[in-house]
């Protein structure tokens, strides 16, 4: 059996020497990196790309970027990278925010040593493994965007570009931000003029503000 390389991500040292620790004692284990934030993680990726782990065992709450954040970013640029979340938190969304950023796995912390064990194994293989309650926070999640979407019937697309409207983002600038073309850019204006029965850009982003969908500073 190969010996599975893993990666720990987690801003408390004495949690990762207790992982670290704990993974020695298997011999399918071996830690070859650590890391304290998502920053960190990014970076030692990026600095031996040809010497990555196997596996990225992260915590979900780290400062500077957060699991989540972290998962996402790292999916961008190494695609392949198979990471497993590991936290306290079962928020619907924030199961929800990993699994679409492409986390294999999303484990709470109270799972048993043999658990943890066999959804490393799982992610691995590429193969997911979630208990109940963690599976059951996934559905309604995800339920609970598709009401989201229903309502407004905007797709999450066109609710990017209409918050950069409401920024004040031009068609280039929107373009450039989603790495789309300004024709596209066009095409969910348009979109988005027609689903919300609105004339122009000033009413778009009045109608963003009015939904609540722009954080203010």
């Not at 720990?8 to 949690?15: F, G, P, S, T």
């Not at 031996?48 to 999916?75: F, Q, S, Y």
């Not at 709470?108 to 926070?137: C, F, H, N």
Request: charged letters at 30%; hydrophobic letters at 40%.
């Amino acid at each position: 059996m190969d010996t599975i390389k893993i990666m720990l991500a987690d801003d408390h040292d004495m949690v990762r020497m207790g992982l670290k620790t704990y993974l020695s004692l298997d011999p399918g284990f071996e830690v070859i990196d650590e890391a304290a934030n998502g920053l960190e993680v990014l970076e030692k990726l990026r600095k031996a790309p040809d010497a990555r782990p196997d596996l990225i065992l992260m915590d979900l709450m780290m400062p500077v970027m957060n699991g989540a954040e972290t998962t996402k970013a790292v999916m961008s640029e190494f695609p392949d990278q198979k990471i497993v979340i590991l936290t306290s938190f079962l928020e619907d969304e924030l199961v929800v925010d990993c699994v679409e950023a492409g986390a294999v796995s999303y484990v709470l912390k109270t799972v048993s040593a043999d658990e943890l064990i066999y959804a490393l194994q799982g992610a691995y293989r590429g193969m997911p493994v979630m208990t109940k309650d963690v599976s059951d926070a996934l559905t309604r999640g995800i339920r609970r965007h598709m009401v989201d979407e229903d309502q407004s019937g905007l797709t999450e697309r066109e609710k990017e570009v209409l918050l950069l409207i409401a920024e004040g983002k031009s068609n280039k600038e929107i373009g450039e931000e989603l790495h789309i073309s300004i024709k596209t850019v066009k095409t969910h204006v348009s979109n988005l003029l027609m689903k919300c029965e609105l004339e122009d850009r000033t009413q778009l982003a009045i109608y963003a503000h009015r939904k609540g969908w722009v954080k203010t500073q």
